[in-house]
């Protein structure tokens, strides 16, 4: 099982340090993480409507990820009115990635969130939001199987937010939008660290604290998200004794189905205090994940 991590979208539009955590350079940042077992690199995130500055800026770096024998995955975007009969018409920011992936990987998986709204005067409600969800993954389903692509979906559960109309925050929700678009293009991104969050506050539908997912929602993840909760709740924390995630009863249950995707780290390095050891917290987060995986080809 391959290990992943997302980086924010800020470190590949200049050398941020915060964002390259505490790293100088992206090249730093990825010859680092290589070095430490990882494998993909998820593009967090990727507007579908971008400047030509900034599509430059992400496609040299996605670039060098290549270069460097790493693969990506996407953090998408479902927003927007953009239409089309092609992919590159869709989703134009992925172009240069549409162009040349094939040289460097098999497929590409795309995150997406559910369409939602916050603080909007009039607002669609959740049912409404949700059916928008499911045609438009249904849309984007019918180019990419027309245009014979290996581009699979992938649905995020969400964490709850007070003022947020959103039909992805919870699991049950965002298994029944799967199962309505029905095609296997389509499966879920199981965000594990906004699944513990909705636990903990008693805001995940049908789950309680210590429950795992349905064996349905498992049976149709593609990619993770994995990341950990702080004394205060706040989410996208390493895998270190300082933060909270059931991470070795969450993995055990993707074990169960086969899953065969990347176990992604997650992590949002602004939150940090700027005394936190991060490439440090980074290496330890790595290696649990590694050893959950060794674990698994043992049983085998």
């Known amino acids: ?7 924010q979208s800020p470190a590949f539009r200049e050398n941020h340090h915060i964002y390259l955590a505490q790293n100088n350079s992206l090249d730093l ?11 993909s690199i998820e593009i967090r995130k990727l507007d579908r409507v971008i400047d030509e500055e900034t599509y430059h800026a992400y496609n040299q770096s996605i670039q060098k990820i290549w270069d460097m024998g790493l693969t990506i995955t996407i953090h998408g975007d479902l927003t927007g009115d953009l239409e089309g009969s092609s992919f590159k018409e869709i989703y134009p920011s992925m172009t240069y990635i549409l162009e040349n992936y094939a040289k460097y990987q098999d ?13 909007q005067p009039n607002h669609a409600s959740v049912e409404e939001l949700k059916q928008n969800t499911i045609d438009r993954l249904s849309d984007w ?7 014979k692509l290996p581009i699979y979906l992938a649905l995020e559960n969400n964490r709850s937010k007070e003022k947020a109309i959103d039909p992805g925050n919870s699991c049950k929700v965002v298994v029944e ?11 879920i991104c199981w965000d594990m660290g906004h699944l513990y969050s909705n ?5 995940e539908l049908q789950m309680e604290l210590n429950d795992l997912p349905s064996k349905k929602f498992l049976e149709k993840v593609y990619h993770t998200h994995i990341h950990a909760l702080n004394d205060a709740g706040k989410t996208h924390f390493p895998l270190t004794q300082d933060f909270d995630l059931p991470i070795e009863d969450y993995v055990s249950a993707l074990y169960g189905v086969d899953y065969q995707g990347v176990l992604n780290l997650e992590l949002s390095f602004d939150r940090y205090e700027q005394e936190m050891p991060v490439n440090e917290n980074i290496l330890i987060s790595v290696e649990k994940l590694k050893r959950l995986s060794k674990y698994k080809v043992m049983e085998e």
């Open 1 to 7: 099982m391959n290990i992943g991590c997302s980086i």
């Open 29 to 39: 940042f990825l010859e680092k993480l290589k070095n430490d077992g990882v494998t």
């Open 107 to 119: 497929q590409l998986v795309i995150t997406l969130h559910a369409l939602s709204e916050k603080n």
């Open 141 to 147: 389903t019918k180019v990419i199987e027309a245009e």
């Open 177 to 187: 939008m799967v199962e309505a678009v029905n095609n296997p293009h389509v499966g």
């Open 199 to 203: 636990l903990i506050e008693g805001k």
